[in-house]
């Protein structure tokens, strides 16, 4: 999965560009993931990413993680409570679908997740690359439309829309503020 071509509020094209080689790991991590440990295949739809400096970011529920080190930034998957409770109804072969996301076993799917992404898609960026980074630790959110942004000023932020089987819909928004090949970038 590449992205070949995003729209950019910013003006900014990551066509083949260094950043999109970040994004592209994070978008395999996540379908990957979420269709082996969450048990649900999704399909990115990389024909509606955007690419932009700041975002507003709304769901019920969602996983955040900084990174930094070689590269540097913040990844956010962020669900529908459909989203979330399908996949964590899947994840835990259970019987009876799971209809409230504020449920713990919904809440530490989100968690584990979260983790498994941002490390499977570190470790591809470091075969790749080299370059290497530390994952903080994982912040689980979950409300009503909740709503935060997402860094800002100096990060170039992809989000990228996913769709489970019963098309209820998830969000990658990758942040990265820097990384080797372009330094601290100013947008």
Known sequence: MK???????????????????????????????????GQTKTIARTKAATVTDSATISGDAAGALSFEGDYGGQFIIAY?????????????????????????????????????????????????????????????IVGENIRWNLYGGDSLIVHVPFTTPDTNELYLEVAISHHPMIGEMAI
């Open 3 to 37: 992205i070949n071509s995003v729209n950019s509020n910013s003006g900014n094209s990551l066509q083949r560009s260094e950043v999109a080689k970040l994004v592209t790991n994070f978008m395999e991590a996540t379908r990957e993931v979420i269709q082996t440990t």
């Open 80 to 140: 529908t409570k459909e989203a979330i409770c399908e996949i964590t109804t899947n994840m835990l072969f259970s019987e009876t679908p799971y209809k409230n996301h504020h449920d713990p076993d919904v809440e530490g799917a989100i968690g584990e997740m979260t983790n498994q992404i941002a490390g499977r898609a570190r470790m591809k960026i470091n075969e790749q690359t080299g370059w290497k980074a530390i994952n903080g630790i994982p912040s689980v």
